[in-house]
């Protein structure tokens, strides 16, 4: 299978980007890995393809990274695309926002807005992605605040503990993939 980093910077097979990255080819390997066991897994479980590319687009459209978002929102039906588009519009903010325990890093809080799905947004994405959505957007912007309490909406929509696992591995995930193609990208311009 084609590296999906590869594929959203535009590595091409013996460029200078392609022998930089096959200097951390553990790396390499590794985050192909990820991709695949979260996006191709031989068992959906209780996470459907369609959940994990919505909440795919979801994460890169709240970060602003095109061609992530372009990636996963390609691999959804017009109708979902078009509910996730609504609601990362909606959903985009700065951050990171949050309270630390009290201490040290407390200088650090900054309040910040919470965000929860449109109605609109609740009749397209059907019963279960508003809740992951929210979920995922206390995960991008308000990490400090994520809480066990937070989760028991999830758990009201119908995810199960595992389901709940793999939405946060997801947004972990294409974090980290945001930022690995947003640098490689940013060296390709160098080069």
């Not at 096959?22 to 390499?28: G, H, I, K, T």
């Amino acid at each position: 299978m084609t590296d999906v980093i590869d594929t959203l910077v535009g590595i091409a097979p013996g460029s200078k980007l392609d022998a930089i990255r096959a200097n951390r080819s553990e790396a390499r390997k590794h985050a192909q890995a990820s991709y695949t066991s979260l996006f191709e897994p031989r068992d959906m479980a209780g996470v459907t393809a369609d959940e994990r590319h919505a909440i795919a687009a979801f994460v890169a459209g709240l970060h602003g990274e095109p061609k992530t978002d372009a990636f996963y929102a390609a691999k959804l039906p017009a109708g979902l695309r078009a509910a996730v588009v609504a609601e990362v519009a909606a959903a985009r903010s700065k951050g990171p926002y949050g309270r630390f325990p009290k201490g040290p890093l407390s200088a650090e809080d900054a309040p910040g807005p919470t965000w929860k799905v449109s109605d609109a947004g609740r009749k397209a994405l059907g019963a279960r992605l508003p809740s992951a959505f929210e979920h995922t957007h206390m995960l991008v912007f308000h990490p400090r605040d994520a809480a066990a309490p937070a989760l028991q909406s999830l758990l009201d929509a119908g995810w199960s503990t595992t389901d709940i696992v793999t939405v946060s591995q997801l947004v972990a995930f294409l974090s980290y993939q945001i930022r690995v193609v947003s640098g490689l990208s940013i060296l390709a311009s160098t080069l």
